[in-house]
């Protein structure tokens, strides 16, 4: 059994003890998470990609009522009419959050880190579940030797500070694509006209980034930024979105963090943009590369906003492509 399995083993037996035992309470609900009765327990996914093991591990969602512009450039009808046709709800539309975890050559590895402590709280454990998950994973954020983000919207790097403003990961180095880094840390960049969400993005970043100081790396695309793992630019969700790969031997996963956000839209419709994207054609560009690369390739793909555990992979469909989700298995 690998450190990994044998860590989730045994969380899932304390777990189980708990529930045999009659209590309904779930790690971390002394901190005010919602009860057991409510709460899914099942928060943690563990896939081998040869050599290192990945875990996808949830940190909760958000939900977005009665947003009329989910889609900038199709109608509210449009846009129902394909989640109906997904089978997912129109409203409000829901987005799940799963960060990354990589056991590469002895190296702890986080991709993204989810809402964080203070939205943890805030949401009432609906969302910011990371670290509290990561725990129950059987790893401390003081045992994590880097973390790897793809942009720097809240979802990806709220979970790098605590909620009193001191480095989540301490002993950790923080590696962020350059452009990205570039881009929010400058409010020259700031469009005159800039809507309250993108102000607070840019007053966000230069908070955590302030907290983090000049330790924090700065990556270009191609890079090797950690054992087996390298860097691919997918600009235009944010100007410096970033994408990874992860090979070990002849198994390989992309980690596309948002490149697509949610999968029944902009996965069968490629050319839909997001109310997010800060450069919409360009974010579209991106998707089509990425995508085409994926199903010529047949590569896993890891979604942060895909349904748990937020791996799938691409066939091509019409004008777009479909998602198709792994089977879970229990011991792969
Ligand atoms: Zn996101």
């Known amino acids: 059994m690998s450190d990994f399995s044998r860590r989730t083993f045994l969380a899932g037996t304390a777990t189980a003890a708990a529930v ?12 005010g998470s919602p009860s057991g009765a409510r709460r899914t327990r099942t928060s943690i996914y563990r896939q081998n990609i040869g050599e290192i093991e990945l875990l996808s591990i949830t940190d ?11 889609v900038t450039n199709r109608s509210p009808e449009d846009v129902a009419q394909a989640l109906q046709q997904a089978f997912f709800p129109t409203d409000p539309i829901t987005l799940t959050f799963t960060p990354v975890v ?24 609906i969302g910011g579940q ?8 059987g790893y401390d954020a003081g045992s994590v030797d880097r973390v790897l983000i793809t942009h720097f919207h809240a979802d990806h790097i709220g979970g790098l500070v605590t909620a009193d403003g001191k480095p989540a ?38 908070r955590i980034f302030g907290i983090l100081g000049d330790s924090v ?19 235009g969700h944010t100007p410096g979105h970033t994408s990874f790969i992860v090979t070990s031997g002849s198994d390989k996963v992309i980690i596309q963090g948002d490149v697509t956000t949610h999968p029944a839209l902009f996965i069968r419709h490629p050319d839909w943009h997001g109310f997010t994207d800060v450069d919409p054609v360009m974010a579209e ?36 492509y479909r998602l198709m989700p792994i089977m879970w298995n229990p011991a792969p």
């Open 217 to 235: 790396k700065k990556f270009a695309p191609e890079m090797e930024v950690a054992p087996g793992v390298t860097s691919i630019a997918t600009h």
């Open 285 to 320: 560009q991106s998707r089509r590369m990425l995508y085409d690369r994926i199903v010529a390739e047949r590569i896993l793909v890891h979604g942060f906003h895909f349904p748990f555990p937020s791996l799938g992979h691409l066939t091509r469909e019409d004008d777009g």
């Open 169 to 206: 990961f301490p002993k950790s180095e923080i590696w962020v694509p350059a452009a990205e880094y570039a881009f929010w840390m400058n409010s020259g960049n700031m469009a005159p006209d800039a809507s309250e969400a993108m102000v607070a993005n840019f007053e966000r970043a230069r």
């Open 20 to 31: 045999a035992s009659g209590t309904t309470s779930y790690a971390g609900a002394s901190d």
């Open 60 to 70: 909760g969602a958000t939900s977005f009522p009665r947003r009329q512009d989910f």
């Open 102 to 125: 990589l056991k590469s050559s002895g190296k702890l590895i986080v991709i993204d880190t989810g809402l964080g402590e203070a939205a943890f709280k805030q949401s009432n454990g």
């Open 130 to 137: 990371f670290h509290s998950n990561l725990a129950v994973a």
